[in-house]
């Protein structure tokens, strides 16, 4: 008996820039982005509840976002362009468009369950997978590497609904980036032209005003582009991990926030943000067996430099921030106000030092011991930029997914009130089954 296929591509497209529109343009890369060269892409999923036909689809949400992206690409052009990765550590990497470049766009059906993908239980992340597009491959030369930087795939379930999966190379840009230019496909799909946006909405600052020539020259110097090579991530193989979503309200978020605050009075920096990441962090860290704890995340510069740099730059300008640890001090119920401590005393020491995050990277660099088991527990995301908000002209999404390698976690507030907190997480299933319980037995202590 044959199997039926999960993906049915309907179109396979490449959409410009209205013809005529930009200009060949370089955009050349900062020491923000150099960090991020052979990083793995950032990988999202937008789920939209529109219960339509196959007919519907084709004739009317394809035509419509086909043109309403070209008209984004207008704005938003290095989405359209190539990553030009130098051999030489003398030439700095830069996202080049020429005319005629484009975003490999891709239409497809699928015969999963869409209210099964968008529940908060656990769900196989293979099934993820068949939404999100691939980058493609790159052109390598004796002289450079170009790489692709940004691939649409849009879903259709018939009669249920549809997703949005998109895939950009981390070089393109951050979270600010991305949604400056998602605000602005969804006003022009929504309104059938950019004349909303461009009364309205923010275009983006292609001025390179984060300049620092010694810090390029460092950090590319460490991003090691003489030897440097790119592999476009693959589909992956079976696995048995799973993916589930956390929900912190903002009840429960000011009670973990007033008992870091009672045990540690004098912690200058107690947020939402440090603690769900500090309860998130010590419920993960009682289900590992590694000695040591590394938890990493980014922090949004624009603000913080000096002078401060406007919030529609378009590229990187987010910086790390890390902590270690050993394991044990995350167990019990003082692990989470341990976590708590590192993150709040590491993100103050940077908020009150506009060149921290800078530093921080640079001194950090062996700071690691080596030789020791280790689990490294990142944060993708922010409550601060509203992503539930955009809406092609269908309403608000459903539900997003960011979908992610390695152990880390999402965080965004919540579709309902911004106030909560949504946490997403992939682990083993046998892992997720210990964390869900350590999560909600967790948080019954402090009801």
């Not at 009669?159 to 969804?186: P, Q, V």
């Not at 107690?270 to 590694?290: D, H, L, Q």
């Not at 919030?311 to 910086?319: E, S, T």
């Not at 950090?364 to 080596?370: D, I, L, Y």
């Amino acid at each position: 008996m044959a199997t039926i296929p999960i993906l049915t591509i309907l179109e396979k497209t490449r959409v410009s820039p209205p013809a005529a529109t930009v200009g060949d343009s370089l955009l050349p890369l900062t020491y923000f982005d150099f960090l991020w060269l052979s990083q793995p892409p950032v990988q999202n999923i937008f789920f939209y509840d529109l219960p339509i036909t196959q007919t519907q689809f084709n004739e009317t949400i394809i035509p419509n976002l086909k043109r309403s992206l070209s008209i984004t690409l207008q704005h938003f052009y290095p989405f359209a362009g190539n990553l030009i990765v130098f051999h030489t550590s003398t030439q700095k990497p830069e996202i080049r468009y020429v005319e005629g470049d484009s975003v490999a766009v891709t239409f497809t059906e699928c015969n999963l369950d869409f209210n099964k993908l968008t529940g908060n239980h656990p769900r196989n992340c293979e099934m993820f997978e068949h939404l999100i597009p691939q980058l493609g491959e790159a052109n390598k030369t004796s002289y450079s590497t170009k790489i692709p930087v940004f691939a649409v795939q849009v879903t259709l379930f018939p009669n249920s609904g549809i997703s949005i999966g998109m895939t950009n190379h981390h070089c393109l840009g951050d979270a600010s980036t991305r949604f400056l230019f998602l605000k602005a496909w969804t006003s022009i799909a929504r309104f059938g032209s950019d004349k909303s946006f461009l009364a309205d909405g923010t275009l983006p600052l292609y001025d390179r005003v984060v300049n620092n020539p010694k810090l390029d020259e460092n950090f590319l110097k460490y991003a090691k582009v003489e030897n440097f090579e790119y592999q476009p991530t693959k589909l992956c193989a079976p696995t048995d991990r799973v993916r589930g979503t956390f929900i912190l309200p903002r009840t429960m978020l000011n009670r973990l926030k007033n008992l870091v605050s009672t045990q540690l009075p004098t912690l200058a920096y107690v947020s939402s943000f440090t603690v769900a990441c500090a309860y998130m962090w010590s419920c993960i860290a009682k289900t590992r067996e590694e000695e040591l704890h590394l938890f990493s995340f980014t922090i949004d510069c624009r603000a913080r430099m000096n002078p401060a740099i406007p919030a529609a730059y378009f590229g990187n300008c987010v910086g790390w921030c890390a902590v270690n640890v050993q394991n044990k001090q995350l167990m019990g119920k003082e692990g989470f106000v341990t976590a708590a401590k590192l993150i709040g005393e590491n993100l103050h020491k940077t908020l009150t030092d506009k060149d921290g995050i800078v530093k921080e990277r640079k001194s950090s660099e062996g700071s690691v011991p080596t030789g020791i088991p280790m689990t490294i527990v990142g944060v993708a995301g922010t409550p601060k930029l509203k992503f539930y908000d955009l809406d092609f002209g269908w309403g608000k999404p459903k539900k997003l997914e960011t979908v992610s390698t390695g152990l880390s976690f999402s965080i965004n507030g919540c579709k309902e009130n911004n106030e909560d907190l949504e946490i997403g997480i992939s682990l083993p299933a046998t892992h997720m089954e210990s964390f869900v319980r350590i999560f909600e037995d967790g948080l019954k202590e402090y009801i």
